[in-house]
């Protein structure tokens, strides 16, 4: 059975819930004895991790089937989740994804379709829990970045330029909702072992198997910042020291190495 937190009870909206981070932050709030509605495209994987939270934690979990990269879904899920009178407290907008590559040999198509579901949905999703969040006077929102949105990195030019998008976003969020009792807080994850290098189309380089991370351990970093209501964390020493370096080296600098640290 779960144990009790302060978040006993509550229920929390888990996206990209079907692998990678957003399996450990489902099955992290459940040990905290949080109900669950995840969401991502692919629901025999969620259905499979339901049923064991549910057997495990003793927590109810809903599974809704959603392509968040689509315009409107976001809405359309806060209007079926009102319908079934499910009031989420927890947001934790985890769904989306990289690729790798130069930005014209990547097809348009992919790239906007990253975009939208790395800024517009999160965005989206962000507005509509977020309203009602505010008018209950509680709630939390945590938005997964990365260590990428820290400086422009060739490669991902697009998938670096969208978490800047989302680190920027957030910590902007942080200050606006804080007055409103909704606490936000960004998570800037650097490599980590999920399958987001299998999806971006990168083998992984040195410095990547060196400074990657499992990814129960991030997740909780992003949680614990979440309840304390930090703006933005960065998880793990190496990837501290990556961005804190950021800052001394000149920009023009930053892309030169972010470039050769990447390249396959």
Known sequence: MSKKSEWSGQWALVTGASSGFGVDFATLLAEQGVNLVLAARRTEPMEALAAELRARHGVEVVVEGVDLAQPGAGSALKRRLDGHGLPIDILVNNAGYGLYGPLLAQPLDRTLDMLQL????????THVFGADMARRGH????LVAS???YQATPTYAAYSASKAYVLLFGEALNAELAPQGVKVSVLSPGITATNFLAVSGQRPTLYQRLLMMKSRPVAATGLRALKAGTPSVVPGLGNKLTVWSARLVPRRMQTWMAQRLMAN
């Open 147 to 149: 260590i990428g949105g």
């Open 139 to 142: 709630g939390h929102i945590l």
């Open 118 to 125: 790395n800024t517009a949905s999160l965005t989206e999703l």
